[in-house]
């Protein structure tokens, strides 16, 4: 099992709750219909779960504990849904029997997993056949930004080689494709969506929220603990995303890979 690098913080949330299926899962929107029985793999604070809640006729959420998965629980039940299931998994031995499913979902989960391919064979498992097994997975070495600031390209190189010390792949948006064939899929939909980031609130938000996730986050403790960075260092980085933030030239791209597989 990989270890999750995120963590829970405030900070990470703040990023995580603005997910929905309109700049997330936009992708699989055709696909899901009034009886859809829908897996929710990994659903994080869950705002991408409430959604699905909210279009199919049942969803089962998971996470990796409790505390993870209150997360999306207290969301649904704030939103008085009461078509949502929350079932404690592991992604590479789900409980679940063959062919729960119409629609497994999971969103930037399998860059944090030990074994993506066993991932997706459990997916395709729990999938009714003719039904869809959907991934979505940023891919870090294709970020871009400007202006360009050198203690951002230090962010960067930091995060991916916190993500691999915990037995994860920061690139995965690119294997998408490979690690279903290596699953056995042999009907795919591979696709690419972005998130831009360039105006002045949009830059507020991911910079401000990245000035203090480089901090206060579990990813900020890896860094020190391990001596890959100082706080000092830390500090550099985080004053460096409020630079950027502030500058009217401000842009950023994040790319992701996506992947529709047929069961």
């Known amino acids: 099992m990989a270890s999750y690098t995120h963590g829970h913080h405030e900070s990470v949330l703040r990023s995580h709750n603005i997910r929905n299926i309109a700049n997330s899962a936009e992708y699989l929107r055709p ?24 279009i199919v006729s049942h969803v089962t959420a998971t996470e990796i504990d409790e505390a993870a998965l209150s997360l999306s629980r207290g969301l649904a039940e704030a939103k008085g849904l009461e078509n949502i299931a929350f079932s404690i998994e ?18 930037q ?27 979505r997975d940023a891919d870090y070495a294709g970020f871009h930004w400007f202006p360009i600031l050198p203690e951002l390209d230090r962010w960067l190189a930091l995060y991916r080689a916190a993500a691999r010390a915990n037995g994860g792949e920061p690139d995965a948006g690119r294997r998408l494709l490979s690690w279903a064939r290596a699953a056995g899929f042999d009907d795919i939909t591979p696709s690419a969506s ?36 100082t706080t000092a260092d830390l500090q550099d980085i985080s004053d460096a995303w409020k630079r950027w933030a502030d500058d009217g030239d401000g842009w950023y791209l994040v790319p992701h890979g996506e992947i529709l597989c047929r069961a």
């Open 31 to 54: 696909y899901l219909q009034p009886s859809t029985r829908l897996l929710d793999v990994g659903a994080g604070p869950g705002s991408i779960t409430v959604d699905f809640a909210g």
């Open 194 to 229: 972005t998130w831009c980031y360039a105006t002045p609130e949009e830059r507020a938000w991911w910079g401000g929220m990245w000035a203090d996730r480089i901090l206060e986050s579990a990813l900020a403790r890896q860094l020190v603990d391990s001596d890959m960075a």
């Open 109 to 135: 989960v399998l860059q944090h997993v030990g074994d993506p391919v066993q991932a997706l064979r459990e997916m395709r498992r729990v999938t009714a056949p003719g039904g869809i097994v959907a991934a």
């Open 90 to 107: 592991d992604v590479h031995a789900l409980s679940f029997a063959d062919d729960s499913f119409d629609v497994v979902h999971t969103h």
